[in-house]
């Protein structure tokens, strides 16, 4: 779930006694809500739901819709995050040279996030800038570094140290160092992660995720 931002106080001028009272949302306030729910929603449901071949296409007419948040609402650092994650899941499923390029696009749409608001959705962007670092290859195809990834995930950590989704990049990352034992400790802790309500379907997927990876380590 996106971080709910303690509402702005305000004082009535001139009224130096009055109580504190809260700012209500504004409409760009909604509209931004709104569109970060859509997106995630959509998202789980071509990255969960769909079969792998319809998916590449799915994915690029959210990324569409992405685009179109995120001119709207340029300051928004959620919408920044999940142009990236639906971009980057784009390049997953779509694969070929196409997807160097898509994958540059996320970077650059995470990058936008964390110089907004780098705590924006628990830390979210430092979760998936991680997860692109150790994902995509390194010089001279890509901008792989697993030693930035690392630091992004134990940033993204320590913003969220229970989440599901910084625990599985992380186990997914440390498997991929071969660092077995570490990985297999944080994925434990990621299916004891709290559910997010009005994303189960995404946290039934990651936990699905989770499982087959802790199978894959063995006992």
Known sequence: MPVLRAALLVLIAGLPAAPLLAATPSSADEGVAEGIDHLQHRWAEIHY???QDEQAKALEGLADEADRLVAAHPEAAGLHIWAGIVRSTEAGASGGLGALSLVKQARS???????????????????????LYYQVPGWPLAFGDDDRAERYLKRALAIDPDGLDSLYFRGDYLHEQGRDDEARQALQKALQAPPRPGRERADTGRREEVRALMDTLGS
Request: proline content about 8%; overall charge negative.
């Open 49 to 51: 739901g769909l079969p």
């Open 109 to 131: 749409d995470l990058e936008r996030a964390l110089a907004l608001d780098p705590l924006a959705l628990d830390g979210s962007a430092y979760t998936s800038l991680g997860a």
